[in-house]
């Protein structure tokens, strides 16, 4: 099974970015569709985006298309979530996740994931 550690987290103003990372460690990371959730005080958790192993095929919430960008580098086990033009709205915490199998390009659930990190930290300010 796949570890996953996030990081990049933090408190920035509204308008402002972050980048958060996933780093994966124990199996190749090359090996898993991967994805990010969120979650806010009191509520489910979230889908945000999702990349295909090979990062041909992204797919996004509409809450945050043309904010946020998913990306990957394999060779660095890494997987990135760019997030411009951030709102109040958007503070959560933040999860990577590796899916159980090959993602359909849609609405991801977060039963569909089969390793999860810690989560990180994500507060915008007004």
């Known amino acids: 099974q796949v570890q996953l550690v996030e990081s990049g987290g933090g408190l920035v103003q509204a308008g402002g970015s972050l980048r958060l990372s996933c780093a994966a460690s124990g199996r190749t990371l090359s090996s898993y569709d991967m994805g990010w959730f969120r979650q806010a005080p009191g509520k489910e958790r979230e889908f945000v985006a999702t990349?295909?192993?090979?990062?041909?095929?992204?797919y996004y919430a509409d809450s945050v298309k043309g904010r946020f960008t998913i990306s990957r580098d394999n060779g660095k086990n890494t997987v990135y979530l760019q997030m411009n033009g951030l709102k109040p709205e958007d503070t959560a915490v933040y999860y990577c996740?590796?899916?159980?199998?090959?993602?359909?390009?849609?609405?991801?659930?977060?039963?569909?994931?089969?390793?999860w990190g810690q989560g990180t930290q994500v507060t915008v300010s007004s």
């Open positions: 990349i295909s192993r090979s990062g041909g095929s992204l």
């Open positions: 996740a590796a899916a159980r199998s090959v993602l359909p390009p849609k609405k991801s659930r977060p039963a569909d994931f089969g390793s």
